[in-house]
């Protein structure tokens, strides 16, 4: 069973170079989506972000064809 690293929003700010209001404010819910790249343990305000899936979903997003508009069901849409 894969290990998994939770982060507060000041530990992946150090790590992917962000502010840490740009990840609160510009990143949190637009890029980074609650279930997938952070958890509110205990349904708390407390947000932990889960490193393994943004590191892979950073990586997967630099692959990206720039002409490609992304879809909400992770599907892309070539125009």
Not at 32 to 49: A, D, M, N, S, V
Request: glycine share 8%; proline share 4%.
């Amino acid at each position: 069973m894969p290990e998994t690293t939770y982060l507060t929003t000041d530990e992946l700010s150090a790590r992917i170079k962000y502010d840490v209001r740009t990840i609160r404010e510009r990143l949190k819910d637009s890029v980074l989506l609650e279930g997938i790249h952070y958890i509110r343990p205990f349904g708390g305000r407390k947000i932990l972000f889960v490193w393994e899936t943004i590191a892979r979903d950073i990586g997967a997003a630099a692959a990206v064809d720039r002409s490609a508009i992304p879809m909400a069901n992770g599907g892309v849409l070539h125009g």
